[in-house]
């Protein structure tokens, strides 16, 4: 099956620092997106981005659909950044999740 | 508020006792999904459901039922958990399966 594989698996930061999380799939993938599953467990959409690049505030993100990676990047994070991060991409219409990065910003 | 809810949000039950946990979309997505998220497996598909009265597997729907009498309505049934169904359920819907996904809040189980 497809393997999707999420780097840095973890990352710890003080608030204000700038990051890039990446996300590889190891065949391709449609409708790739980005969540945030904060310290509640919920499950937050922040990119619905299957090619190009989106911002949405202090988060941005870019999709090379062609070389079957993406990245998220954060920056001057903030402690309500703490959480695990995952992407998630569309094949047999089936969401397959990444391994995620488990964030923590302190003060 | 476009949203897609869950129902309870925690329960904690005794082997072998049916449960239903309820999900509710009110953005008329025809595909519907549940997941299980346990630590170290990640996120993994149950069943899903691409439209009214049309369900299917995903690939862990062993021991759980699902239904779709409803295009907003999608619940998930346990006719009898047992421990190894104790985990953090996720239900998610999409307009035809092929766009973005929206998540439910979340459901923990624990089965003792």
């Known amino acids: 099956g497809i393997q999707v594989e999420q780097s840095p698996p973890d990352l710890i930061l003080q608030e204000g620092a700038n990051s890039t999380l990446r996300c590889n799939f190891s065949d391709s993938v449609n409708n790739l997106q980005w969540f945030h599953q904060n310290p509640w467990g919920q499950l937050i959409n922040l990119f619905y981005i299957p090619s190009g690049t989106k911002q949405n505030g202090r988060l941005s993100a870019t999709t090379v659909a062609t070389e079957r990676y993406s990245l998220l990047y954060i920056s001057s994070s903030q402690t309500t950044d703490s959480g695990v991060y995952f992407c998630?991409?569309?094949?047999?219409?089936?969401?397959?999740f990444g391994t995620g990065t488990r964030l923590q910003v302190f003060p | 508020e476009a949203q897609v809810t869950q129902n309870p949000r925690y329960l904690i039950t005794v082997t072998g006792k049916k449960l239903t946990v309820t999900c509710s979309q009110n953005?008329?997505?025809?595909?519907m999904s549940w997941y299980r998220q346990d630590p170290g497996l990640g996120l993994r598909q149950i069943y899903y459901?691409?439209?009214?009265?049309?369900?299917d597997k995903g690939d862990v729907p062993e021991g759980y039922k699902v239904s779709r009498k409803e295009k907003r309505n999608f619940p998930l049934i346990l006719e009898s958990p047992s421990p190894n169904q104790t985990s953090l359920y996720f239900c998610?819907?999409?307009?035809?399966?092929?766009?973005?996904?929206?998540f439910g809040p979340g459901t923990r189980l624990t089965v003792l």
């Open positions: 998630a991409g569309l094949r047999s219409d089936k969401l397959i």
């Open positions: 998610a819907s999409t307009r035809m399966g092929r766009d973005e996904q929206f």
């Open positions: 953005m008329n997505h025809e595909y």
């Open positions: 459901s691409m439209n009214v009265e049309v369900t």
